[in-house]
């Protein structure tokens, strides 16, 4: 086949014009290529917390002076945005508002006087930031220590356990848990990040205690030592005394029926006395 597209004269010239062609195109991919650079990446915050923005620079520093580039900013290695940077400029600010989770990843920038289209715009290497969005909310898995099934009165303790890694803000140790009835938050409590472990404790259950209970862990929310101190008019003191008019009630009401049941003896031994006498009478 090919001696054959060799040996023949109008094939081979068809063949060459295809090749000389071919020439051209991957010349023209490989400038194109070859007008792209890297730029720098610089962000103030790699873990940032859910819904909140998320600021990158890209910085050209060093590029050619007196030319205006496109600057290019990707997260795992695709473009996601592109800005014109003017001549006399170095750094330029990327901005992606209320980052969500499934803004993690890797970041990265780069530039080209050419303005490509982002779906164009694929990177591998070079300068990259790892950005990580902490979640605001985590449903955590819950158990119940013990028979799920208890009488009033009884101790009821539940376990809040998180199983994939937990991902913190500034390697956070504390942060909130809360159980939740329902719809309802039902109690508030510590959960300890080294030990991935809440405990929410009911000491004396009630019938109205039964239902569908549920923990949520709060990551982006850390707490810090100073948050345990309150003062002034953030504290109030509350005492819970035994009742004493109803403890009085009823010691008055003892005395009272004490009082009613001697009357009534005496009033039955009356009573006696006169039958007994009457019945003399007669008899
Ligand atoms: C970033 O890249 C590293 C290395 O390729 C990878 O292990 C990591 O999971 C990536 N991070 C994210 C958030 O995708
Ligand atoms: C509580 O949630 C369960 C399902 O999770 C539902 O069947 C039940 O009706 C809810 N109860 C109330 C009082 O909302």
Redesign the pocket.
């Known amino acids: 086949m090919l001696q054959r597209v060799c040996e023949g004269g109008s094939l081979s010239i068809t063949m060459n014009i295809i090749i000389a062609l071919l020439c051209i195109l991957t010349n023209q991919v490989i400038s194109q290529t070859e007008d792209i650079f890297p730029a720098k990446i610089l962000a103030q915050q790699t873990i940032i917390s859910e819904n909140s923005d998320l600021y990158v620079t890209c910085s050209t520093f060093g590029k050619k002076k007196d030319s205006m580039v496109y600057v290019y900013f990707l997260k ?1 290695g695709r473009g996601i945005q592109t800005q014109l940077q003017k001549q006399d400029q170095n750094d330029i600010l990327f901005k992606i508002p209320r980052a969500g989770l499934h803004h ?3 970041y990265s920038c780069i530039y080209s006087p050419q303005n490509y289209t982002l779906s164009e715009i694929v990177k591998k290497g070079g300068d ?1 930031i ?3 969005v902490i979640a605001n909310f985590l449903p955590a898995d819950i158990s119940i220590v013990g028979p799920s099934t208890v009488h009033e009165g009884h101790h009821v303790e539940f376990q809040c356990t998180v199983s994939q890694h937990l991902h913190t803000l500034g390697g956070c140790k504390l942060i909130y848990a809360y159980l939740r009835k329902n719809d309802t938050i039902l109690l508030v409590q510590l959960f300890n990040v080294s030990q991935m472990l809440a405990t929410f404790i009911i000491d004396s259950a009630v019938l109205r205690d039964s239902g569908h209970y549920s923990c949520i862990v709060l990551p982006s929310k850390c707490i810090y030592e100073h948050e345990y101190t309150v003062h002034g008019t953030n504290k109030v003191f509350l005492e819970v005394k035994v009742d004493f008019i109803s403890l009085e009630l009823l010691r008055y009401g003892v005395i009272t029926l004490m009082v009613l049941l001697v009357v009534c003896l005496w009033w039955i031994t009356q009573q006696t006395g006169k039958c007994r006498h009457s019945g003399g009478m007669t008899g």
């Open positions: 795992n993690s990843g890797n990259i790892e950005i990580l």
